[in-house]
């Protein structure tokens, strides 16, 4: 069974920094595109950023271009979105997903998504 599990959501000042990581148990996700979606409260879910499996190409939202930084490290089935320079309108819950296709990712058609965890920017 594919499992995708995020952390580090936390309550921050806008401004501030965070960190949010997903890890997956299945390393048949390194052959996968992954990326990070958010869904704010009477909101549509919005894609984030994308990696594609290899990490050599990144893919952003014009919302979180030059803020945030996805990447991941195939060697222990994690991922990471590096945020920065956070917004009051950052705030969301945060999904990690995979997709066998980069461009499918990007688009939001995703084969599976992680349980989400909570980023609160505070202005």
């Known amino acids: 069974q594919a499992q995708l599990t995020e952390s580090g959501g936390n309550l921050v000042q806008a401004g501030g920094t965070l960190t949010l990581s997903c890890a997956t148990s299945?390393?048949?996700?390194?052959?996968?595109?992954l990326g990070w979606f958010r869904q704010a409260p009477g909101k549509e879910r919005e894609f984030v950023a994308a990696i594609t499996y290899g990490g050599g190409t990144t893919y952003y939202a014009d919302s979180v271009r030059g803020r945030f930084i996805i990447s991941r490290d195939n060697t222990k089935n994690t991922m990471s979105l590096q945020m920065s320079g956070l917004k009051s309108e950052d705030t969301a819950v945060y999904y990690c997903?995979?997709?066998?296709?980069?461009?499918?990712?990007?688009?939001?058609?995703?084969?599976?998504r992680g349980q989400g965890t909570q980023v609160t920017v505070s202005s």
């Open positions: 299945n390393p048949r996700f390194n052959e996968y595109a």
């Open positions: 997903a995979a997709a066998i296709s980069f461009s499918a990712i990007i688009r939001g058609s995703t084969d599976y």
